[in-house]
């Protein structure tokens, strides 16, 4: 699936363009040294979660229908507490992790792997599911990609865009 993310001012605009499937397109706002939504780009491809955000966008979901998805499968929230559907897992798995590499990012990205994996697996806790297996080297793998990337993206000018590859 080829993804697009244009600079945007306030906020910045991200169109999937998946394989046989009408293009995906929704505004993001600005937060931190990269878009949110490339974060899960990274880690979701680094520890293989084919059914996170990415994959469930592939599979012709928007994010409107990732979040009644989330609802209606038993996210935890603070006035929600449940076990999630198993049709979340992947997908709350993954924001916890976004959540972790994500801050390691605004923080220079120098956090240990190990250190890393300890604060997602508290994450994922308490969200009610278990931190996924981790590939080897899975963890260097998305800092490294994501260091790359906010590099690359600090570069780009408001109306600038970058492409980027989700799948085979």
């Known amino acids: 699936m080829d993804i697009r993310i244009r600079r945007g001012v306030r906020t910045d605009t991200l169109e999937a363009i998946p394989s ?5 397109r929704f505004e993001t706002p600005h937060k931190g040294p990269v878009p949110h939504d490339a974060v899960h780009l990274f ?5 293989r979660l084919e059914q996170g955000f990415w994959g469930l966008v592939a599979s012709g979901l928007s994010p409107d229908d990732l979040q009644a998805l989330a609802v209606a499968g ?18 709350l798995q993954a924001e916890r992790l976004v959540e972790v590499f994500e801050a390691d990012l605004w923080g220079g990205g120098q956090g240990e792997a190990a250190d890393l994996l300890a604060l997602a697996e508290v994450a994922c806790a308490s969200s009610g599911v278990a931190l996924p297996p981790a590939p080897d080297g899975a963890a260097a793998e998305a800092q490294a990609d994501l260091q790359a990337f906010a590099r690359a993206w ?14 085979a």
Request: glycine share 14%; charged share 25%.
């Open 20 to 24: 046989g499937r009408p293009p995906v």
């Open 43 to 47: 880690v979701e491809r680094a520890f």
């Open 74 to 91: 038993g996210h935890p929230s603070a006035s929600r507490a449940a076990v999630p559907d198993a049709g979340i897992v992947q997908l």
């Open 154 to 167: 600090a570069e780009v000018p408001r109306g600038g865009e970058v492409r980027l590859e989700w799948g």
